[in-house]
């Protein structure tokens, strides 16, 4: 555990670091002496200018039962904040038993998230200007979750993400709880909003340890991490899906290796 908060620590004062050279070097590109146009600065404009990684694409909820794949941001050229969140800071610490049970999640990190990275309750119309569907207004808790389930299939995850907050927050003993926890952390993958993720999952798979779903909440648990590049949380929760689920099918246990893999665990 202190190898994984130092590696930890080192990787949050390397993307600090790379962050400050990126301002500095915008903070001299505007700068001009009197007398002397400013010349051009192509080492500049590449970095700032440079496009997301090939992998780095909003990951798609597919409806034949398999999850996206990991996507690959590099925080050190993402300059669209609003969307993204903020580069990958200090998540806290997470310790597992021989078993991969969770004993001690330390998510001071990701409780000092910016209020700013989770919006608030569209209503008719986001924060950003898009529009979201209308969302059934009854007691009918199968409605509200099946409604909001479409709208994860459509890949419409803002309306999505709307719908399974509503019912989480209206039916906190639904029979379908632990599902409308892991959609909405779905639904906040969709959006690539991976720190609210990974809070989501974490909390869900604490929440509902025995629920159907709970191997899936702790494998996208470890995808939010890889995509917020805290490679060795991500490779820590993907070691410890089998020793939790002893009883994990092949299919489940395929997919835990190839994240290992693509995380480089």
């Known amino acids: 555990i202190l190898q994984m908060q130092e590696a930890l620590r080192k990787a949050q004062e390397d993307n600090e670091f790379r962050l400050q050279q990126l301002e500095e070097k915008k903070s001299d590109a505007g700068t001009t002496v009197p007398g002397k146009p ?7 404009a590449q970095e700032d200018g440079a496009p997301m990684d090939s992998h780095a694409q909003s990951p798609s909820i597919v409806t034949a039962g398999k999850d996206p794949a990991v996507p690959e941001v590099d ?9 993204l969140g903020k580069p990958a800071g200090d998540l806290g610490s997470l310790k597992v038993d021989k078993d991969g049970n969770v004993i001690d999640a330390d998510e001071s990190g990701l409780d000092n998230a910016s209020a700013a990275d989770t919006p608030e309750k569209p209503e008719g119309n986001a924060p950003d200007g898009t529009t979201v569907a209308a969302l059934p207004a009854g007691d009918d808790a199968g409605a509200v979750y099946a409604n909001s389930y479409q709208f994860v299939l459509s890949g419409d995850y803002k309306t999505a993400e709307t719908g399974f907050r509503d019912y989480i927050e209206r039916f906190p003993e639904g029979a379908q709880i632990a599902d409308a926890k ?3 952390g779905e639904s906040l993958l969709g959006q690539e909003r991976f720190r609210d993720a990974a809070e989501v999952f974490l909390d869900a798979g604490k929440a509902h340890p025995k629920s159907a779903k709970a191997p899936d909440m702790m494998l996208k648990l470890g995808i939010s991490l890889a995509a917020m590049k805290q490679g060795d949380m991500a490779c820590a929760t993907y070691g410890a899906i089998p020793k939790k689920f002893p009883s994990l099918g092949e299919a489940m246990r395929e997919r835990v290796r190839q994240e290992q893999k693509l ?3």
């Open 182 to 184: 892991f959609w909405l």
């Open 263 to 265: 995380a480089g665990c």
């Open 38 to 44: 400013a010349e051009s600065n192509p080492t500049v």
């Open 75 to 83: 925080w050190s050229k993402a300059t669209d904040s609003a969307r």
